[in-house]
């Protein structure tokens, strides 16, 4: 079984952490991930950086844009990661943007995410009928689940479609603005997310957006499996460092 199933399988509230790669300097990666699952995070999802980020606030795009700058490209994070599953066991899911996967070559792609244990891969710009006419195949092929995103603005046809579509868990944007833009969830959120849960998904639900400290994930997770924070933490990287993870984790749980 993936180990993102058998991580939603857990009887517990997810928390997961996301992070760019190559940030803050270019061989922190492999740490990054070493310290998160030693400090009892549930999953990771690492962050491809892309010139070019849609959906991403400033924090992130400010991440990404140093990732480049230290000389972050997809064969050397592939590099990085080679030997990552002899000492860490967490799902990893990979988290960017379709153009340098197909640069890289699709399957080419799936391939290596295979060989290294990566679990599944979130391209938030890769559409539904796209991935299901060309793609579907190929990331079957090499058991990666494909991590959808929904937000309030996702009327409740699309939403089942994804629903069906899925296998893993569906990432439920909490707001229709960009990542690290929001603290605290009003009543619109509050609303979405009673709607998400009455849908009776079959995939569990990840909350992503907004999420930055032990009230908001507590409120994320009130219906949801778990929560991501991404915005956060990294801003907690670049103010403190590698070496407080410990400390960054406490705050949350």
């Given amino acids: 079984m993936n180990r993102i199933n058998q991580k939603m399988q857990e009887d517990k509230k997810l928390l997961s952490i996301y992070f760019t790669a190559g940030y803050p300097s270019l061989n922190?990666?492999?740490?990054?991930?070493?310290?998160?699952?030693?400090?009892?995070?549930?999953?990771?999802?690492?962050?491809?950086?892309?010139?070019?980020?849609?959906?991403?606030?400033?924090?992130?795009?400010?991440?990404?844009?140093?990732?480049?700058?230290?000389?972050?490209?997809?064969?050397?994070?592939?590099?990085?990661?080679?030997?990552?599953?002899?000492?860490?066991?967490i799902p990893l899911i990979l988290m960017g943007y379709f153009n340098p996967m197909l640069q890289y070559g699709v399957e080419a792609f799936c391939k290596k995410c295979a060989e290294i244990g990566i679990d599944g891969l979130i391209m938030p710009d890769l559409p539904l009928d796209v991935y299901q006419d060309e793609y579907e195949a190929i990331f079957k092929k090499y058991d990666l689940k494909n991590i959808f995103l929904i937000t309030p603005q996702t009327s409740d046809a699309r939403i089942l479609q994804i629903d069906a579509a899925s296998d893993a868990f569906i990432y439920m944007v909490s707001t229709a603005s960009v990542t690290g833009s929001k603290s605290g969830f009003g009543e619109e959120q509050t609303t979405y997310f009673n709607r998400i849960a009455a849908m009776n998904l079959k995939n569990p639900q990840i909350v992503g957006f907004g999420i930055n400290n032990s009230s908001t994930f507590k409120q994320a997770t009130t219906h949801a499996k778990g929560a991501i924070i991404g915005s956060a933490f990294i801003k907690h990287l670049t103010e403190h460092g590698v070496a407080t993870i410990p400390e960054f984790v406490k705050e949350i749980r």
Avoid: C, H, Y
Wanted: zero cysteines; charged letters at 25%.
């Fill in 28 to 89: 922190d990666t492999v740490k990054v991930i070493q310290d998160l699952e030693a400090n009892g995070i549930d999953m990771i999802e690492i962050g491809l950086p892309f010139s070019d980020p849609l959906a991403d606030g400033p924090t992130i795009q400010n991440s990404s844009t140093a990732a480049l700058k230290n000389g972050m490209t997809t064969n050397i994070l592939f590099e990085q990661l080679k030997d990552i599953r002899k000492s860490v066991s």
